[in-house]
């Protein structure tokens, strides 16, 4: 049978025995245990523990969507919440994780269902997000440093109260909010 983990040769001993640890805190139905696990990886700061978790994901450019990786899919996580641990993982990863620095080239238009955002500026060339079905999202705080954004949607994000990620967006042309 085929091993379908990847090799994590070259991790340090602490980056390895985090792995477990991390994959349970990310593929969690709470989002506050997910930013735990965003954190830790932040913090270990190692590449390759990025690309473990990023391998294999990627985005579609007809659906606009990113599309998880196997180890990603559970059947038990939300997929605000792990649509919320993809785009941590991708926002946090430094400029040495191959994986998330190209998927940060190539989204110009995003739908995603989201727990929370985490800082998006890093995908330098949004344009479009479509934010609809993110019930757990409470604010856009994440999205100050998108000043390229033209389009927003906001469609059944019922728990939205703050909007001032989108202060100074003289780009945005069209706000939907339903």
């Not at 994590?8 to 390895?16: F, Y």
């Not at 349970?24 to 965003?38: C, F, P």
């Not at 998880?68 to 941590?88: D, E, H, I």
């Not at 409470?138 to 990620?165: I, M």
């Amino acid at each position: 049978m085929k091993n379908t983990l990847p090799v994590t040769e070259g991790l340090s001993q602490e980056s390895r025995e985090q792995i477990p640890k991390l994959k349970k805190l990310l593929l969690a139905n709470d989002a506050d245990i997910v930013k735990q696990g965003i954190e830790i990886a932040r913090v270990l700061g190692d590449s390759r523990v990025f690309d473990y978790f990023l391998e294999g994901v990627t985005y579609d450019e007809v659906s606009h969507r990113i599309v998880p990786a196997r180890k990603f899919v559970n059947g038990s996580t939300s997929w605000q919440c792990l649509n919320y641990a993809m785009l941590g993982l991708i926002s946090h990863a430094p400029e040495g994780c191959v994986s998330a620095v190209e998927l940060r080239k190539k989204v110009k238009v995003l739908r995603v269902e989201t727990a929370r955002l985490e800082d998006m500026s890093v995908f330098k060339g949004l344009t479009g997000l479509d934010l609809s079905g993110s019930g757990m999202l409470e604010d856009l705080d994440g999205l100050a440093g998108c000043f390229g954004l033209e389009r927003v949607k906001l469609k059944d994000c019922e728990s939205v109260r703050n909007v001032d990620g989108l202060k100074g967006k003289k780009k945005l042309r069209n706000l939907f909010i339903v």
